[in-house]
């Protein structure tokens, strides 16, 4: 099984730069041979704030993140959490505060990193 890490910092709307990462991720995370983590970072971790309201039509990142914990994990900086006021309670419940030191680990242990 191959490991692959996306690391996301970018608004969950706004650019499609998250978007299509989250597309990405989906897919490798259907395919049985490919175990996807996501970190997000920065602005990105607004991307797993629970409760997304969006117009007809539009994407919805809470929805593709869920396709993505399936299969996978997905994390999220604390610093960057506490930074733009975002308590546990707010996120989607298979997502989860996470730290540097985990980001580590997981950079160590895969095989791609993919940065957006």
Not at 100 to 112: D, H, I, Q
Request: charged share 25%.
């Amino acid at each position: 099984m191959a490991d692959v890490l996306f690391i996301l910092n970018e608004a969950p709307y706004g650019s499609e730069r998250t978007y299509n990462a989250l597309r990405l991720a989906v897919t490798l995370s259907a395919q049985p041979e490919h175990r996807v983590r996501l970190f997000l970072m920065g602005d990105a971790v607004l991307s797993a704030k629970a409760g997304q309201k969006v117009p007809t039509g539009y994407y919805n990142v809470q929805t593709m993140l869920h396709k993505v914990t399936q299969r996978g994990d997905v994390a999220l900086c604390g610093t960057c959490l506490d930074a733009r006021g975002l308590r546990d309670e707010e996120l989607l419940a298979d997502c989860r505060r996470s730290t540097m030191v985990e980001l580590g680990r997981w950079t160590g242990e895969a095989e791609k990193v993919l940065v957006f």
